[in-house]
T-cell receptor, first 111, second 111 residues
């Protein structure tokens, strides 16, 4: 089974901090995704990547950036955290048009 | 663009009751369709999928049939258990690798 590991389950950061959320997969999947999940809004795509060093904006990229230096690792960066970025962040991976495997999520609180 | 619509509001039902969660979609091509489940405090897990019209996906007693004529993929289970309490997401994947998700339905099963 594919494993998708997110580095932290819970994180508390201060407004203005630079925040790194890490996601690592143990298979050779090309596609990786970052979503945020909020009550009443469902899942919204922030960024995705089809290959190393490639990235594409999703539906809500503002205030975020990403890094994919190695195939197995996809990092989400909050350049200057704000309280409206308090959310559950979910990483997912996919080999093809097959459906995603998700990590357990990181619940980020910005105070 | 492609989109998924799920019925509004949480679903509360008694153990052993019949569960239906409605899902309709809008897509220009011939998408694959998925149901994901999210248990409390966890990421999303693939529950079942269907890749072409009239396909039936099934898993853990849940079923959904890909209906092209009604653009629907409704989730059903004949006899729910308390352990089925979770949030259920319908999703579609077009010719690319992105998934479009519905907003999810909270299902609460009462003993």
């Amino acid at each position: 089974d594919v494993k998708v590991t997110q580095s932290s389950r819970y994180l508390v950061k201060r407004t203005g901090e630079k925040v790194f959320l890490e996601c690592v997969q143990d298979m050779d999947h090309e596609n990786m995704f970052w979503y945020r999940q909020d009550p009443g809004l469902g899942l919204r795509l922030i960024y995705f990547s089809y290959d190393v060093k490639m990235k594409e904006k999703g539906d809500i990229p503002e205030g975020y950036s990403v890094s994919r230096e190695k195939k197995e690792r996809f990092s989400l960066i909050l350049e200057s955290a704000s309280t409206n970025q308090t959310s559950m962040y979910l990483c997912a991976t996919s080999p093809t048009n097959y459906g995603y495997t998700f990590g357990s999520g990181t619940r980020l609180t910005v105070v | 663009g492609d989109s998924v619509t799920q019925m509004e509001g949480p679903v509360t039902l008694s153990e052993e009751a019949f569960l239906t969660i409605n899902c309709t979609y809008t897509a220009t091509g011939y998408p694959s369709l998925f149901w994901y489940v999210q248990y409390p405090g966890e990421g999303l897990q693939l529950l079942l999928k269907a890749t072409k019209a009239d396909d039936k996906g099934s898993n853990k007693g849940f079923e959904a049939t890909y209906r092209k004529e009604t653009t629907s993929f409704h989730l059903e289970k004949g006899s729910v258990q308390v352990s089925d309490s979770a949030v259920y997401f319908c999703a579609l994947s077009d010719s690319g690798n992105r998934l479009a998700f519905g907003k999810g339905n909270q299902v609460v099963v009462i003993p």
